[in-house]
């Protein structure tokens, strides 16, 4: 029987030039045979599990998936019975309700700060760089930083709303540099609390709250890399929210991952182990949510650069996983590797994308004059 399976296996894998227990370094090294059921009857949730197991390596995991991703190889694996009737589930029930706002800051943000302290740039963003004239991560992500300021039009004494602030490099970056006013809010108790400390001395206040609950004015609203945690049921709901929240002549710039294609969920096993309950928007989707509320001042795309950001943090995340190790154990290592390297090799094939758009709410008078 696995005979079968393996021949269907290398069938596919060979039209995205990949091979089983090949040469090159995207080529799959299988050391349980049972693999090949698994990646066949279960997908993208099988290839993550058992990988996790240690059944197959790569020595490129990036590069593998990336090719994958181009051959459009995910699409020809089908889905045994209880994946494909977990989708409905999906789509009936509002898996991101304020009820369950909190479950992605237990699940992933909580997961420790000594964790992200050894994996993200000095700031602590964990979102895509901008690598432009930038050679080291602390650099792209401070040119992200100040880009957004810029996009911003960030003067001093502004107040800000920040939709998602994470342990509040952003925050930081603008009191700093702009002398402005920053609330944050985010779900991740962890990062209220490493927050506070690296933003002390500063006009940053972190509140541990749904996004929903926030009704006041502010100057300037930013979010950067929450949306995909907003669900597509309530994307109308938080452009609303952000709507009576900004004044008549202020900015809102959202920096958001953005699906290629319209989707209801992300793939099983990011769900499952990474991301519960999230999704990627799409161009159309934040358009049609965003309709009537606000009128598309700038879009830019450099989703080019997550690819850069990605593989930097995995490069941090393993030359100092002998500080954090003791705190974790060798299958979440290889659960964290596989997240990282996915996600950089989906961006290198240019499935996913990176969105940042810059919104008025009546439109600027005069217009708005693009900043890169």
Known sequence: ??????????????????????????????????????????????????????????????????????????????????VKHSLPAIQLFNLQSKRRAFIVGEKHYDLGNLLFENMLDKRMNYSCGYWKNATTLDEAQENKLDLICRKLYLSEGMRVLDIGCGWGAFGKFAAEKYNVEVVGLTVSKEQVQLGEKLCGGLPVKFRLMDYRDVNEKFDRIVSVGMMEHVGYKNYKTFFKTANKCLSEKGLFLLHTIGSFTSVKSLDAWTNKYIFPNAMLPSLSQLASASEGLFVVEDLHNFGKYYDDTLMAWYDNFKKNWIKIKKDYNDWFFRMWEYYLLCCAGSFRARKNQLYQIVLSKNGLPGGYESVR
Not at 8 to 16: H, M, N
Not at 58 to 73: F, P, T
Request: hydrophobic residues 45%; negative net charge.
């Open 1 to 82: 029987m696995n005979f079968k399976y393996k021949q269907i296996v290398e069938d596919i894998l060979a039209l995205a030039g990949v091979a089983i227990n090949g040469n090159k370094p995207w080529d799959i090294q299988v050391s349980n045979d049972a693999f090949y059921k698994r990646v066949i009857t279960d997908g993208e949730l099988g290839m993550g599990e058992t990988y996790m197991a240690g059944w197959w390596n790569a020595e490129r995991v990036d590069e593998l998936i990336c090719k994958i991703l181009q051959a459009a190889l995910d699409k020809k694996v089908k889905l045994t019975f209880s």
